[in-house]
């Protein structure tokens, strides 16, 4: 079966890298033009930029710079540097490289490898963080907690659904990545006398956050990781039913597009040397 194929394809080494055979994937939607990407992009940048403001100098305000200490609000301001970021190379793209939109271009720019590490790290931590609240912190129902704790993995699960952006399992690493840094920082920040910034979290008893964060890190991560891959796959499979499959096919194989064509162009040569010895 092709999806068995694919699962399998997915850990060949050279999928922990950033390459890709078609970036135009990464500046339109999956069953869109880059216009009505960057229209989506430029709603949501504006509304979570807004509000990250909003959050930070009224709803928090007496916290200070306290406010940068915690997990949530660093998923927060990823969200609107990610789509601020995705919308800046979109329109650049279709700007300025018409041959990434017509897919002449075979090879990641510098930026469109950014836009795809901000991609993959946003998509894992904006679920991980809002699993993380609602079921190890006291519920909070206030609008600023609705909206960074709800509305954030709304946003990133709807994007996953009509982005073209591919997604690879073995990138998992990304997004742990950024779980490790905050884990650092959190160690530094309690040491240097700040406190446990989450109960669970608290490095006074050592043992206990170490496995804590040991599961979190190579077990929770990879596991909703992996979903945004099925995510993905899902993806992939009602487009080919509904889209139109020359715009909208996606693989994670950095060759497999030029491989079909050089198969294409096999095939052609074959049937003009049959026509030919017919006449």
């Not at 709803?59 to 998923?75: C, E, I, Q």
């Amino acid at each position: 079966m092709s999806w068995i194929k694919d699962v399998r394809e997915e850990f060949c080494l050279k999928n922990f890298g950033l390459t890709h055979d078609r970036p135009s994937l990464f500046s339109k939607l999956q069953c869109g033009t880059s216009l009505a990407q960057t229209i989506w992009l430029l709603l949501w940048t504006l509304y979570f930029l807004v509000l990250t403001v909003v959050d930070f100098t009224v709803y928090n305000a007496n916290m200070g710079a306290r406010w940068l200490v915690y997990l949530s609000n660093w998923d927060y301001i990823l969200i609107p540097v990610t789509s601020g970021w995705d919308l800046s190379c979109t329109v650049y793209i279709a700007c300025k490289r018409k041959d990434i939109i017509k897919d002449e271009c075979k090879d990641m720019t510098w930026y469109t490898r950014i836009e795809w590490v901000l991609y993959n790290v946003i998509n894992t931590a904006a679920i991980f963080v809002t699993i993380l609240f609602w079921t190890l912190l006291p519920p909070n129902n206030q609008y600023s907690s609705i909206n960074k704790h709800v509305i954030n993995m709304v946003f990133v699960v709807t994007n996953m659904c009509i982005m073209a952006k591919p997604i690879r399992l073995l990138h998992f690493y990304q997004p742990m990545s950024f779980c490790f840094i905050y884990v650092i920082f959190s160690i530094i920040f309690q040491k240097s006398g700040g406190g446990a910034i989450y109960e669970p979290l608290n490095w006074d008893i050592p043992e206990k956050t170490s496995w804590f964060v040991v599961v979190l890190l190579l077990i929770g991560v990879p596991f909703i990781h992996s979903i945004c891959f099925l995510i993905f796959k899902l993806r992939q499979l009602i487009s080919r039913k509904w889209c139109n499959p020359k715009s909208t096919q996606v693989t994670n194989s950095a060759h497999e597009p030029r491989e079909m064509a050089d198969k294409t162009n096999e095939q052609a040569i074959v049937t003009t040397s049959r026509d030919i010895t017919i006449q």
